[in-house]
């Protein structure tokens, strides 16, 4: 089992910036991947970035693409999204989730039914 715990998020304007924590623990060395998603109400999850557990793996959405940044520590088990310049359009509940998909440690995996765990969601609000 894996545990996964959102931070960082909040209420900001836009064109500011907010930095979003995902730490993992227990049974982590069967990831093999971490993926952010965002859902907003009424919408369906919608996949935002993702990278390799031990590789340097990162895929964005075209929505993000160029404004926000993933990483990772592997030593604090926590990966990190970097988010810049937020739009309104980026207002969601923010899910990180692990992958035990080997081929998503190199290959981008987008699909929420790729991700085995996922932690509770960090609520991220952008005003205009």
């Known amino acids: 089992q894996v545990q996964l715990v959102e931070s960082g998020g909040g209420s900001v304007q836009a064109g500011a910036s907010l930095r979003l924590s995902c730490a993992a623990s227990?049974?982590?060395?069967?990831?093999?991947?971490v993926g952010w998603f965002r859902q907003a109400p009424g919408e369906e999850r919608e996949f935002v970035a993702s990278?390799?557990?031990?590789?340097?793996?990162?895929y964005y959405s075209d929505s993000v693409k160029g404004r926000f940044t993933i990483s990772r520590d592997n030593v604090k088990n926590t990966v990190y999204l970097q988010m810049n310049n937020l739009k309104p359009e980026d207002t969601a509940g923010y899910f990180c989730a692990i992958s035990l998909y080997e081929h998503c440690s190199a290959y981008l995996c987008f699909r929420p039914n790729e991700y085995a765990y996922w932690g509770q969601g960090t609520q991220v609000t952008v005003s205009s």
């Open positions: 227990g049974r982590t060395s069967d990831t093999y991947a």
């Open positions: 990278i390799g557990w031990s590789g340097t793996s990162t």
